[in-house]
């Protein structure tokens, strides 16, 4: 109950193009969903977060879209360009409590 | 404005050696801080996590230990590594978990 799950593992898009990752969770007291980009050799970070209280956020082109009902959130990648590839992580947390991570995308975007 | 340290950057040591891996967090204070191991195109596995000085929660049980003897400096310790050791290390802090984490650089450490 405590997993957060992630797909694709991996995800090859044209420069331009949309990139959709996707997050399910199962403990419907989870209250906070932030999404963190890691490039090779450093530390992820924080891209964007959203709370159950909105079904969308965006920053930039950067969509995190939730539905509280299914359990699932998702990012998307609006026009994305090379220096987008990164892998990509979901995770979930009660408010005060450790995050639950999911395992990881790897998205790799060519000209 | 807050800062997270982590040092060294990278590391190579033998079989058998000690491990001692530091990180520093700057301009808070009672901050959660976390231990995080990432294997080579892995996720992130969370190692230890800390609510207060002296306060340490292990994940998974291993070769490794955590402490923190001051508010703002976590320590990852090992007295022997083993080869299954080798990964990126990542320390990150978060404020009570309101604003997220933020994390350090890493260090990767390579076990010949």
């Known amino acids: 109950q405590q997993q957060v799950k992630q797909s694709p593992q991996s995800l090859i898009v044209q420069k331009g193009g949309i990139s959709i990752i996707n997050c399910a969770y199962e403990n419907t007291a989870f209250d906070y969903f932030p999404w963190y980009q890691q490039f090779p050799g450093k530390g992820p970070a924080l891209l964007i977060a959203i709370r159950p209280d909105v079904s969308e956020k965006k920053e930039g082109r950067f969509t995190i879209s939730f539905n509280k009902s299914a359990k699932q959130f998702s990012l998307h990648i609006m026009d994305s360009q090379p220096g987008d590839s990164a892998t990509y992580f979901c995770a979930a947390s009660t408010m005060g409590d450790k995050l639950i991570f999911g395992t990881g995308t790897r998205l790799q975007v060519f000209p | 404005s807050q800062t997270i340290h982590q040092w060294p950057a990278t590391l190579v040591q033998p079989v058998g050696s000690p491990l001692s891996l530091e990180c520093t967090v700057e301009?808070?204070?009672?901050?959660?801080l976390y231990w995080y191991r990432q294997a080579a195109g892995r996720g992130l596995q969370l190692l230890f996590y800390s609510v207060g000085i002296g306060q340490i929660s292990s994940e998974v049980p291993q070769n490794l230990s955590a402490s923190r003897p001051q508010d703002r400096q976590f320590i990852l310790s090992s007295k022997k590594l083993l080869l299954s050791d080798s990964g990126f290390y990542l320390c990150?802090?978060?404020?009570?978990?309101?604003?997220?984490?933020?994390f350090g650089s890493g260090t990767r450490l390579t076990v010949v």
């Open positions: 990150a802090w978060t404020f009570g978990g309101i604003y997220g984490y933020t």
């Open positions: 301009g808070t204070s009672n901050p959660n």
